[in-house]
T-cell receptor
Framework: KAGVTQTPRYLIKTRGQQVTLSCSPI?????VSWYQQTPGQGLQFLFE???????NKGNFPGRFSGRQFSNSRSEMNVSTLELGDSALYLC?????????????FGEGSRLTVL | GQQLNQSPQSMFIQEGEDVSMNCTSS?????WLWYKQEPGEGPVLLIA?????ELTSNGRLTAQFGITRKDSFLNISASIPSDVGIYFC????????????FGQGTRLTINP
């Protein structure tokens, strides 16, 4: 069973640019969550999508957005990049319902903002 | 917002030793989970706990969900080199909501 796939794995952007990250969940998983991981703040929840609807949102500015497609694949977008957006962005999929919280993470997309 | 206090931040042990780490919160969580992250990879779920007082094992790993719902611990017995990594606790306030709050992690280093 293929795991969670995130693309690209590494990318470098400059301040003011925007970036789109992609996530393909495990087959059959309809919930996709995104987390930002930095050395200073650790792992922080960005948002969760289920059946193409955002179900939960973390405390991030509106520059951070996402969407989910009918095949459960998800994208997140960060506009007007700032230096502080440099981080590992992790996508996780799960079967929403009983015994939730059991997330399967991808390897992440490491974003560097210069 | 909700925060988890995880300790210790790092541990340097000898192979074969037992390890203990814990997490505390000022808020109640309905689910506690423990994840492990290795370099270049995403976190991997080790143990999930769903009931206060629950004690669960996964091989050499044992974790407990505190009775107050505000804490959890993870023990690793007879550590081996492949146990090296960063261990994270995570709390979920509402079952059915996929939002997890993570601790800052415990970095485990093992001297062979």
């Amino acid at each position: 069973k293929a795991g969670v796939t995130q693309t690209p794995r590494y990318l470098i952007k400059t301040r003011g640019q925007q970036v789109t990250l992609s996530c393909s969940p495990i087959s059959g998983h309809r919930s996709v969550s995104w987390y930002q991981q930095t050395p200073g703040q650790g792992l922080q929840f960005l948002f969760e999508y289920f059946s193409e609807t955002q179900r939960n949102k973390g405390n991030f500015p509106g520059r951070f957005s996402g969407r989910q497609f009918s095949n459960s694949r998800s994208e997140m977008n960060v506009s007007t990049l700032e230096l502080g957006d440099s981080a590992l962005y992790l996508c996780a999929s799960s079967i929403r319902g009983a015994n939730t919280g059991e997330l399967f993470f991808g390897e992440g997309s490491r974003l560097t903002v210069l | 917002g909700q925060q988890l206090n995880q300790s210790p931040q790092s541990m340097f042990i000898q192979e074969g030793e037992d390890v203990s780490m814990n997490c505390t919160s000022s808020s109640i969580f309905n689910t506690w989970l423990w994840y492990k992250q290795e370099p270049g990879e995403g976190p991997v779920l080790l143990i999930a706990l769903y009931k206060a007082g629950e004690l669960t094992s996964n091989g050499r790993l044992t974790a407990q969900f505190g009775i107050t719902r505000k804490d959890s611990f993870l023990n690793i017995s007879a550590s081996i080199p492949s146990d090296v990594g960063i261990y994270f606790c995570a709390g979920q306030a509402f079952q059915g909501a996929q939002k997890l709050v993570f601790g800052q992690g415990t970095r485990l280093t093992i001297n062979p």
